[in-house]
């Protein structure tokens, strides 16, 4: 399924000269969006790993289907205080800004494998904070997979030693 035609580029949002990928014309369709999930499930399959980690707030979107479809553990990745209980922080940079971001302390046993899921990977700033909150409890990141990825930006320059895969690439 081509998937493009459902990500509507807008310019100049957040910010001037950011070309922001918008996944809504996605949601909005059930075939596309389904179509998405299937395609994830499809290329994490031989994956190994016990909990996704969705980071705020489109990660959530992505990989709480995902979970479902797998029958995995989900593990949410927050802005500060949103989590009711103990948590790990980190700071980082983002495409357009700086941001923080919290887990539960309890949320990940120590060397359980972890999946992490977002929309997009940009700068790669946001997965590589998630990976020093998995690595803080002592567990490891065995992928990460994105619907979109800015190659343009290399990502995956920030994020050596571990598995990446993404449906459309820019
Ligand atoms: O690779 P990076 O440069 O880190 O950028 C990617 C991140 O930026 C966006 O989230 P954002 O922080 O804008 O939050 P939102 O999902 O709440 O809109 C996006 O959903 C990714 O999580
Ligand atoms: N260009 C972009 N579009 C949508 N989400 C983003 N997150 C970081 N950069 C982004």
Known sequence: MNFEKFIRDIPDFPKPGIIFKDITPLLADPEAFKGVIDEMAEKVKDIEFDAILVPEARGFLFG?????????????????????????????????????????KDAL??????????????????????????????AEVSGIICLIELEFLNPREKLDNVRVESILKY
């Open 64 to 104: 709480s289907a995902l979970a479902y479809k797998l029958g995995k553990k989900l593990v949410p990745v927050r802005k500060p205080g949103k989590l009711p209980y103990e948590v790990v922080e980190v700071s980082y940079a983002l495409e357009y800004g700086e941001a923080k971001i919290q887990m539960h």
């Open 109 to 138: 046993e120590k060397g359980e494998k972890v999946l992490i899921v977002d929309d997009v990977l940009a700068t790669g700033g946001t997965i590589k904070a998630i990976q020093t909150l998995v690595e803080k409890l002592e």
